[in-house]
């Protein structure tokens, strides 16, 4: 047996499905299911079957389960310990984050922790996405950290390290372009458009809609933050989201909103890690570094603003 196929039981042991499992350790349906299938013949047992076209795990696949995370917990033990017996000062960190903090945050981030001779052999790898995404590829561990919104995932832990400002966007000619600021009653009954419901920016308007006393009247979805402003220069709808520098390429025009709503807004950002991992050293240095410059400063609504103090 190999620790893939250990990995592709493990996951869909706890999803129990094919598509979603797959989706979740980034391989195609067809490899998950000829992983499992070898593995079941190796073993000589059934780990899965099918109860009402549902997938359900069997009493075997019950019974060698905990032994199968402690293959996996201990396989990482070793690839960590073997990271520990080499050069600390170098490595290779994969990091993920939201798009919208390629811009402005994460640059000036990454230019601090660089000016310590001491960093100058560490590399990073990123990946951009949305934070369901983000998160998944925590928990398999394809990212080593997350800077993202807050998962919903009580095997993530993390700390918030700044606050995004959300910013109305709307066409040049609609009634609101002209004004200095607005409040969320004046979009009530304005149709939104959203990054979908996987981005937990999403859901986080929503909620401070509902705080407001309406429901935010989503009507479209775009895969990313950069796609928004064509949709909203089109006229299809207006949008909340922090800014980036593309949407000056837009027909659009910025509009904040009052303090109050401001400050309702106000997203948090996080560094975000798997609970009970081990990370390597060079990772481990790095969410230090992050924690002990960021944390005990007060958080400033602007990114720019708030590295900028450090």
């Known amino acids: 047996m190999t620790i893939q196929q250990l990995k592709c039981f493990v996951v869909m042991s706890e999803v129990l499905h094919y598509t979603k499992a797959a989706e979740k350790l980034h391989v195609s349906q067809p490899s998950l299911s000829y992983s499992i299938s070898e593995l079941e013949k190796e073993l000589g047992l059934s780990l899965f079957k099918r109860i009402d076209n549902k997938t359900a795990i069997t009493r075997y696949g019950k019974e060698i389960l905990p032994s199968a995370k402690a293959v996996l917990y201990h396989e990482e033990s070793i690839r960590v310990r073997c990271y520990e017996l ?54 398999d561990g394809s990212l080593d950290l997350v800077i993202s919104g807050w998962p919903q995932n009580g095997e993530i832990e993390g700390e918030c390290i700044t606050v995004q400002e959300l910013k109305l966007l ?55 933050c950069s796609a928004v402003g064509a ?38 950002i996080f560094l975000l890690w798997r609970k009970e991992r081990h990370l390597p050293p060079v990772v481990r240095r790095f969410r230090q570094f992050v924690l002990r410059d960021l944390r005990n400063r007060e958080v400033s609504s602007d990114p720019i603003a708030a590295m900028q103090t450090l």
């Open 170 to 224: 709307v066409p040049l000619s609609h009634r609101l372009a002209g004004r200095d600021e607005v409040t969320l009653e004046d979009i009530k009954d304005e149709p939104l458009i959203s990054v979908g419901e996987n981005a937990n920016i999403t859901s986080h308007i929503a909620e401070c809609a509902k705080l407001r006393g309406f429901a935010a009247n989503f009507v479209l979805e775009v895969a990313e």
């Open 86 to 139: 080499t050069d600390q000062s170098a490595g290779i960190i994969n990091l993920g984050n939201i798009y919208s903090l390629s811009f402005d945050f994460l640059p000036m981030l990454l230019e601090r922790f660089y000016a310590y001779p001491e960093n100058v052999q560490v590399s990073l790898n990123f990946f951009q996405g949305i934070n369901k995404t983000l998160a998944n590829m925590l928990m």
């Open 231 to 268: 949709f909203v220069s089109s006229g299809m709808g207006v949008a909340i989201l922090p800014i980036i520098p593309s949407y000056s390429n837009n027909n659009v025009r910025i509009v904040p909103f009052a303090a109050a709503d401001r400050a309702l807004l106000d997203r948090k």
